[in-house]
Protein backbone atom coordinates (compact mmCIF):
# COMPACT_ATOMS: atom_id res chain seq x y z
CA UNK A 1 0.00 0.00 0.00
CA UNK A 2 1.58 3.42 -1.10
CA UNK A 3 1.43 6.43 1.63
CA UNK A 4 -1.16 8.99 0.91
CA UNK A 5 0.21 12.54 -1.07
CA UNK A 6 0.74 14.79 1.09
CA UNK A 7 -1.87 17.50 2.19
CA UNK A 8 0.06 20.40 1.74
CA UNK A 9 1.57 21.72 -1.18
CA UNK A 10 4.71 23.60 -1.79
CA UNK A 11 5.56 26.84 0.51
CA UNK A 12 4.42 29.81 -0.91
CA UNK A 13 7.60 31.80 -1.43
CA UNK A 14 7.70 34.90 1.36
CA UNK A 15 5.99 37.81 -0.13
CA UNK A 16 9.02 40.74 -0.50
CA UNK A 17 8.07 43.65 1.73
CA UNK A 18 9.11 47.31 0.35
CA UNK A 19 10.33 47.94 4.03
CA UNK A 20 12.22 51.01 2.66
CA UNK A 21 9.90 52.92 0.48
CA UNK A 22 7.75 52.24 3.28
CA UNK A 23 9.30 53.89 6.26
CA UNK A 24 12.12 56.36 4.70
CA UNK A 25 9.59 58.83 5.12
CA UNK A 26 8.46 58.76 8.25
CA UNK A 27 12.52 58.01 9.09
CA UNK A 28 13.21 61.53 7.74
CA UNK A 29 10.40 63.09 9.51
CA UNK A 30 11.57 62.12 13.03
CA UNK A 31 15.22 62.75 12.47
CA UNK A 32 14.16 66.28 11.47
CA UNK A 33 11.90 66.15 14.98
CA UNK A 34 14.86 64.42 16.99
CA UNK A 35 17.18 67.18 15.75
CA UNK A 36 15.10 69.88 16.66
CA UNK A 37 14.83 68.16 20.22
CA UNK A 38 18.42 68.00 20.36
CA UNK A 39 18.81 71.75 19.56
CA UNK A 40 16.28 73.13 21.94
CA UNK A 41 17.38 70.91 25.01
CA UNK A 42 20.90 71.32 24.59
CA UNK A 43 20.54 75.37 24.36
CA UNK A 44 18.74 74.98 27.54
CA UNK A 45 21.24 72.69 29.13
CA UNK A 46 23.98 75.46 27.94
CA UNK A 47 22.15 78.13 29.39
CA UNK A 48 22.04 76.57 32.81
CA UNK A 49 25.21 75.62 32.91
CA UNK A 50 26.65 79.14 31.51
CA UNK A 51 24.39 80.45 34.11
CA UNK A 52 25.67 78.80 36.97
CA UNK A 53 28.84 80.05 36.10
CA UNK A 54 27.82 83.84 37.18
CA UNK A 55 28.53 84.56 40.95
CA UNK A 56 25.81 84.73 43.00
CA UNK A 57 23.97 81.85 41.05
CA UNK A 58 22.25 80.79 43.96
CA UNK A 59 22.57 83.42 46.36
CA UNK A 60 19.24 84.43 46.86
CA UNK A 61 17.51 80.86 46.91
CA UNK A 62 17.26 78.46 50.34
CA UNK A 63 18.65 79.33 53.67
CA UNK A 64 22.06 80.69 53.56
CA UNK A 65 24.77 78.08 53.37
CA UNK A 66 22.73 75.93 51.35
CA UNK A 67 24.78 75.53 48.06
CA UNK A 68 28.02 75.84 50.16
CA UNK A 69 30.10 74.72 47.32
CA UNK A 70 28.76 76.60 44.67
CA UNK A 71 30.11 80.30 45.41
CA UNK A 72 32.01 80.88 42.14
CA UNK A 73 31.91 78.14 39.14
CA UNK A 74 33.70 79.92 36.41
CA UNK A 75 34.17 76.71 34.46
CA UNK A 76 30.83 75.96 34.11
CA UNK A 77 30.94 78.33 31.24
CA UNK A 78 33.54 76.42 29.39
CA UNK A 79 31.51 73.11 30.00
CA UNK A 80 28.30 74.94 28.88
CA UNK A 81 30.07 76.36 25.50
CA UNK A 82 31.28 72.70 24.83
CA UNK A 83 27.64 71.28 25.39
CA UNK A 84 26.30 73.53 23.42
CA UNK A 85 28.78 73.24 20.31
CA UNK A 86 28.60 69.12 20.82
CA UNK A 87 25.11 69.59 20.86
CA UNK A 88 24.23 71.43 18.07
CA UNK A 89 26.42 69.65 15.50
CA UNK A 90 24.55 66.96 16.39
CA UNK A 91 21.36 68.40 16.09
CA UNK A 92 22.66 69.47 12.47
CA UNK A 93 23.76 66.06 12.06
CA UNK A 94 20.02 64.61 12.34
CA UNK A 95 18.48 67.54 10.45
CA UNK A 96 21.42 65.92 7.40
CA UNK A 97 19.98 62.65 7.96
CA UNK A 98 15.97 64.03 8.17
CA UNK A 99 16.68 66.13 4.62
CA UNK A 100 19.13 62.78 2.83
CA UNK A 101 16.11 60.54 3.42
CA UNK A 102 13.21 62.90 2.97
CA UNK A 103 14.51 64.19 -0.35
CA UNK A 104 16.18 60.52 -1.02
CA UNK A 105 19.39 61.69 -1.82
CA UNK A 106 22.30 58.84 -2.32
CA UNK A 107 24.27 59.66 0.31
CA UNK A 108 21.29 59.41 2.77
CA UNK A 109 21.06 56.02 3.94
CA UNK A 110 24.74 55.62 4.60
CA UNK A 111 24.65 59.00 6.46
CA UNK A 112 21.66 57.90 8.68
CA UNK A 113 23.20 54.71 9.55
CA UNK A 114 26.61 56.09 10.92
CA UNK A 115 24.48 58.63 12.79
CA UNK A 116 21.99 55.98 14.38
CA UNK A 117 25.34 54.14 15.61
CA UNK A 118 26.33 57.10 17.33
CA UNK A 119 23.06 58.52 18.41
CA UNK A 120 22.13 54.55 20.50
CA UNK A 121 23.58 56.25 23.60
CA UNK A 122 21.16 58.66 23.97
CA UNK A 123 18.60 56.98 25.79
CA UNK A 124 15.39 56.69 25.44
CA UNK A 125 14.93 58.72 21.77
CA UNK A 126 18.28 58.36 20.74
CA UNK A 127 18.05 54.71 21.01
CA UNK A 128 14.66 54.12 19.46
CA UNK A 129 15.30 56.10 16.71
CA UNK A 130 18.98 54.31 16.05
CA UNK A 131 17.16 51.18 16.54
CA UNK A 132 14.51 52.05 14.29
CA UNK A 133 16.81 53.45 11.48
CA UNK A 134 18.76 50.13 11.24
CA UNK A 135 16.19 47.92 11.54
CA UNK A 136 14.94 49.86 8.36
CA UNK A 137 18.19 50.88 6.19
CA UNK A 138 21.14 48.41 7.64
CA UNK A 139 20.30 45.21 5.74
CA UNK A 140 21.48 44.66 2.41
CA UNK A 141 18.08 44.29 0.23
CA UNK A 142 17.24 47.65 1.78
CA UNK A 143 20.56 49.25 0.35
CA UNK A 144 19.16 47.85 -3.10
CA UNK A 145 15.77 48.94 -2.68
CA UNK A 146 17.22 52.75 -1.38
CA UNK A 147 19.59 52.62 -4.73
CA UNK A 148 16.62 52.11 -6.68
CA UNK A 149 14.32 54.86 -5.24
CA UNK A 150 17.47 57.27 -4.65
CA UNK A 151 17.07 60.99 -6.75
CA UNK A 152 20.68 61.25 -7.92
CA UNK A 153 19.10 64.19 -10.56
CA UNK A 154 20.51 66.38 -8.03
CA UNK A 155 23.27 64.86 -5.90
Known sequence: MQAPPPMYGAPQPMPYEARVQQHVQTLGILWCVYGAYRAVSGIFAALFLMGMSRPGMFGGWGPPGMFPFMHDAPWMAGLGAMVAVITLIFAALSFAVGFGLMNRRPWGRTLAIV??????????????????????????????EYDAIADRSGM
Not at 123 to 141: D, K, N, Q, R, S
Open 115 to 144: VAILQLIKIPFGTALGIYTLWVLAPAASGA
